[in-house]
């Protein structure tokens, strides 16, 4: 900082920019795809509720005015995180996680219900979803431990990380909210192989969930429901009995065929903003939420959900820079994590919907309507752009 | 790991980048396999996932006499229609409109529910609403929001309509087996559909085509937006053959001349005559053309309208009487002596008889050990064909029967049958009502086949030569409709012409442009020598006109008597203990026949006695004459069979 806070010699003086110097290296793509992104969302959030809000006679902007809001708090915060220096978190590393878990533990005693599941507290009109934010806070957390760990992660280390992970995925996972407790599990795995965890860990690590996943299928730890999301798109068939499958709506099968349905609808080009028979007819379920994917599928083809696609690459691609650019092995892995918590979410979310992963309730980052959810990601992103500013301080 | 730097770390995160570029290429690919190679199959899909189809059933087409008289019309009835959406949305109008139409939430939970109707159009929940009802919806329309104060269109039959019950028939709702075979032809559950008489056989005409409202629907069935609209075109009006009026007489005539039946004392079975039924056919010998075809009892078509109650449906059903049976062309009986027409051709054409040979009738002919003889042992002496027929001879006619047995090899077996299939018996005529029955002409061949198939009920598996000797006078196992033999008095009186007798003249449309005309239809010609035919005309005028004939008395002194009709009696015998099923057939003005009329009436004696009054009423209003009530003519002497 004291480097760039010195004038230049010369003629250069005049094009020095007046911020201070770690401004210099402030990420703009990784930003501007970003807002990008969110600007999608928000349009995307619009198409798909307004004729539902239209035929209930409220405001057809109600979700979109949300979402906007949700998105100028989301860029305040991702900008104000990026301002404090990144390694304050790992001081406060301990505490952050202690508050998680605390928070996960409180929405579990006096949370608020809503489709099933106990994951948000109310505020007013508002809902504030902790699983979301506990996220960041596990990667703080992993990041801490694992870069004191030097790179060397012994048995008795990855035990700890295995435990810090452990918790939050439980609670969560109890909630329930499968979803959000696998997006923490790729985190893991992503901190893991990057922090150090030897190869032999890792085909350790891999082997304990092929274990373990083989035993949750066999022995009835998931519901049933929950099962038959997970394995609906290996079974699903190619020409889905929509008729058969209305008769049960709701159902998995159906939620999945109506979206692979509208998806392809949108061919090339799409049928046109505001214009999906599948998606502004609420044939696809929770389209301003998990599904939304498809409303951008089906309403602008290939052309926009490539360009949506590409702009993912875009900030994932920037988070991998900011990973290798980084000072400490703190930075790198607190941008891995950030990486694999948005890959993951990326994935899982449009996979479901072209029907080549399971359901689970997961966002789509920056697109899917939530204030949690968005926030919880520009703030990730504010500490990717952190490490990045710092790179040389 | 000290920096950025470290070797392995750099792997590491080469592998982490790997990875990343191959999680984006798996969706790539998977959106180009769903929007590029997949997209044309899922379009068709997406396309009508969001749209619905709503029938309008077409008016229906009137069916008119040939006049032009409505027999069966529509008329619009109040009908409270409720929106089921609507409906769901709104439970303070479900509890406000139930008490007002007198039913419990319930009840009107489940019509506003009944699932025969589509959910995208309004459900009528109140046929028939009263004017009370209609007016307080239309009143505080702003307390019943989604129901519909309108009209549905139903049909409904005027006094012409009545009578000819079993010729129109009615409509009902589509049953799910109907349903299934004609889906693609547009029909919806809850539609009418013709379910019997010329409602069902000429249901093509009478629908017209459902207009289509083709809607966006969401998932949740919510419409949306109406896409296109087809209006639907109303059915044609059937222009029938029957003339309204006549068919009113004939069914009053077969009225009176059973109630009249059932007054009069059977000598032979010692109690009073039971004449549950009857039935005549009046029919255009040269055209094939049907003027009326009455049946008695008959039944209320206007119970049918809107749904026939299950009670007046099962009253319809068990009634033993059995209304729903039209015995003119549904009943089968022994023609008895109108048979006489068949053995008479039969006999010329054989070359067993001539016009001129004389018969020496004695009143005895003995068959094998069996002696038979005539209608109370009547001998007629040296007799022709024209006065056989004219006396009703059994004997003359059992001989030619006989005779065209024993001489089988040289005319066949069933050479009698032949004669009788020419004339269209043993097969249903084809008119174009369901379920016509076909009669039957017993052959030595079918003794043997019902023997086989039931030997408990025929007994019999051979043909003995006194199965010949009755057939010849139309006993035995012969069993033809009084429309068949209508059909073959006419083929006879137009000179040999076998038409399908015919119902319906043409379809129009409302404003009574023809679309369709239905020409007579010939099927054969019988080669009825003009020689033979004269002598036996000159027979059936005698029946009438003649002193002796077995007619006489009830046409002889009215108006008729001069008109020229020419008849034959007949008297069938019944097994015990039914009595005897009363016959005439005719035709008139003998010189160029316009109408062939006959009746049967069921267990009410000899042919002259009731059959010809009923007849000879029916004449009177086809020659417009005053009409002479149907009384029962009381046997005369002589025979009378």
Known sequence: ?393 | MTGPEQPSLRLRLAILIVVVACLFGALFARLWFLQVINAPKAQAVAADNGVRLIYVQAPRGRILDRNGNVLVGNVNEPVIEVDRQQATQAPDMVARLAPLLGMTDKQLRQAINNLQYSPYAPVPVMPDATPQQILYIQENQDLFPGVRATSMSVRTYSPMGKAAANIVGYVGQINSAELAKLKGQGYQAGDQIGLAGIEATYEKYLRGSPGVERVQVDSSGRVLDTLGTTQPSPGHDLKLTIDGNLQVVAQQALAQGLAAARHTFDTVTRRDFQAPAGSAVVEDPNTGQILALATDPTYDPEQFVGGISDANYKNLLNNPSDPLLDRSIQGQYAPGSTFKLVTGTAGLKYGLITPYSIFDDTGRLQIGTFPAHNDNFEAYGPIDLAQAITVSSDLYFNSVGLKLWYGRNQYGDEALQNVAREYGFGSPSGLALPNEAPGKVPTPASYLKDHQQHPNIFTESQWYPGNSDQLAIGQDELLVTPLQLANAYATFANGGTRYVPQLVQDAQTAAGQVTTAFAPKPVTNIGLQPEWRSALLAGFEGVVNNPKGTAYNVFAGTPLAGVGIAGKTGTAQVNAPRQATSVFTSFAPVSHPQYVVDAFMEDSGYGSAVAAPVVREIYDALFHFPPQPVSYTSGGSGGQN
């Open chain 1, 1 to 393: 900082m004291l480097k760039s806070d010195l004038p230049a010699p010369g003629a250069s003086a005049r094009r020095q920019p007046r911020m201070p110097g770690i401004w210099r290296h402030f990420d703009v793509v990784l930003v501007l795809a970003a807002v990008l992104i969110g600007a999608f969302g928000c349009v995307m959030v619009y198409s798909a509720t307004r004729d539902q809000l239209q035929a209930a006679g409220v405001s057809p902007t109600y979700f979109l005015k949300k979402q906007a809001i949700f998105m100028v708090i989301g860029l305040v915060v991702m900008v104000a995180v990026a301002a404090i220096d990144y390694r304050r978190w790992r001081d406060w590393a301990v505490l952050i996680y202690g508050f998680c878990i605390l928070m996960l533990v409180a929405v579990y005693v006096v949370g608020h219900k809503s489709k099933g599941a106990q994951a948000w507290f109310q505020f007013g009109s508002y809902q504030m979803e902790p699983s979301e934010f506990a996220k960041i806070g596990l990667i703080i957390a992993l990041a801490a431990y694992c870069a004191a760990a030097r790179g060397r992660l012994s048995g008795k280390s990855l035990a700890v990380v295995l435990v810090l992970s452990g918790v939050p995925f439980v609670l969560i996972y109890k909630q329930p909210d499968l979803g959000s407790a696998l997006v923490l599990a790729a985190v893991l795995v992503a901190v893991l192989l990057i922090g150090g965890a030897s190869g032999r860990h890792l085909g350790l690590l891999g082997l304990l969930v092929v274990v373990i996943a083989v035993a949750v299928v066999h022995f009835g730890v998931l519901k049933a429901y929950q099962q038959a999301r997970l394995t609906s798109f290996i079974n699903a068939p190619d020409q889905p009995n929509l008729a058969l499958l209305r008769t049960q709506a709701g159902a998995t099968e159906y939620n999945v065929a109506e979206s692979k349905i509208a998806v392809s609808n949108g061919g090339i080009t799409g049928q046109g903003l505001f214009k999906g028979t599948q998606t502004n007819l609420s044939y696809v379920p929770e389209q301003r939420t998990d599904f939304i994917f498809t409303a951008v599928g089906e309403q602008l083809g290939l052309a926009g959900s490539a360009v949506l696609l590409l702009l993912f690459l875009l900030v994932v691609w920037r988070t991998w820079g900011a990973a290798r650019l980084a000072r400490d092995s703190f930075g790198t892995l607190v941008c891995v994590g950030v990486l694999a918590m948005i890959m993951f979410q990326v994935f899982e979310n449009i996979g479901m919907a072209l029907g080549i992963m399971p359901v689970a309730g997961i966002p789509l980052p920056l697109m899917s309507y939530g204030g949690s959810a968005v926030l919880a990601t520009f703030a990730g992103l504010g500490l990717v752009l952190s490490v990045r500013m710092r790179r040389f301080t």
